[in-house]
């Protein structure tokens, strides 16, 4: 199921706000609980280094790689990337492929799921980091109660983190993709 | 932000505070450290153990310039116990028994999911 997608928003505007939320999110308490690393891109991109709280886990980390396409009107694109030299013949940061080791597999919840390999409106088939805190939620047919709705003004790309960590802390997280599927 | 609050996060990455430490407080002030999942700050309230819980959550929404959403939550950081449940208690109470010693909330919006 899919959904009309918005047109972008003026992008210099956006990598205004996308960059100081980037920044105050980097700085925050949260960020250095949960141990997030940042590395900016460009001023519309940022992968931030992700990793479950649980030390008996798999030791695995990922990265998720947020844009600023239609920030903050609506949340950041998202995906969880392979990093450079790990993506084959793919670019640099690409979307991880399913079975990667780049992918965590995170048992579905109530309000969070990760599908490798969601079939998206033109027929394209990508991956779906499925929950409100996503732009990929709001194209894909889903209808959030008006308290799960990104809102501009509350929340900020951390939302987006906060709800992927919570995921990876959970025990419905089984590890990385390429573990499960070697 | 209300008067007897600090707000941390953002460009503030230190949380020393201006104000004395939590310890330090006189006997009749606690500080109530919150983390706001949503947006990313953090901020720090000093209440007199008088308060009640809920009071210190309607200082907590107008901080974060909110209105309470019926999928809200607010927990205890250290052992995940709902917070909103204990609004009647006065802070000391809630302290007495044993509810989060370090006073440390964590206060999340809705999700929606698969």
New interface residues.
């Given amino acids: 199921m899919t959904s009309p997608t918005p047109a972008p928003v003026d992008p210099e505007i956006a990598a205004a706000v996308f960059g100081d939320?980037v920044?105050?999110?980097e700085?925050?308490?949260?960020?250095?609980d949960h141990r997030w690393v940042f590395t900016r891109l460009d001023p519309l991109h940022v992968v931030v280094r992700v990793q479950p709280a649980d030390p008996t886990a798999d030791g695995s980390h990922y990265f998720v790689k947020l844009g600023a396409e239609y920030y903050d009107q609506y949340p950041p694109t998202t995906a969880f990337v392979c990093p450079p030299q790990e993506c084959g013949d793919r670019a640099p940061w690409s979307p991880a492929p399913p079975k990667s080791r780049w992918l965590p597999v995170v048992e579905?919840?109530?309000?969070?799921?990760i599908?490798e390999a969601y079939q998206y409106n033109g027929g394209g088939s990508g991956q779906l980091v499925?929950?409100?805190?996503t732009f990929e939620?709001y194209i894909t047919g889903?209808a959030?109660?008006?308290?799960?709705?990104w809102q501009q003004g509350?929340?900020?790309l951390?939302?987006t983190l906060?709800?992927i960590q919570e995921a990876l802390d959970r025990a419905t997280y089984k590890g990385s993709a390429g573990a499960l599927h070697p | 932000m209300a008067p007897n609050s600090e707000l941390t996060g953002a460009a503030d990455a230190t949380h020393d505070g201006t104000t004395v430490g939590a310890n330090a407080k006189p006997d009749h002030e606690r500080q109530v450290t919150i983390d706001n999942k949503d947006s990313g700050d953090t901020i720090k309230l000093r209440q007199s153990v008088s308060d009640t819980i809920g009071s210190i959550i309607d200082a907590m929404y107008a901080d974060f310039r909110q209105t309470r959403e019926q999928e809200d939550r607010l927990q205890c950081r250290g052992n995940g116990e709902d917070v909103f449940q204990f609004s009647a208690l006065p802070l000391a109470q809630y302290l007495d028994q044993g509810h989060c010693p370090d006073l440390h909330w964590s206060f999340v919006g809705g999700t929606g999911g698969a």
């Fill in positions: 939320h920044a105050r999110a700085a925050s308490d949260l960020a250095r579905a919840l109530q309000w969070f799921a599908h499925c929950c409100s805190m939620y889903h959030p109660a008006s308290g799960q709705r509350r929340h900020t951390v939302a906060t709800r």
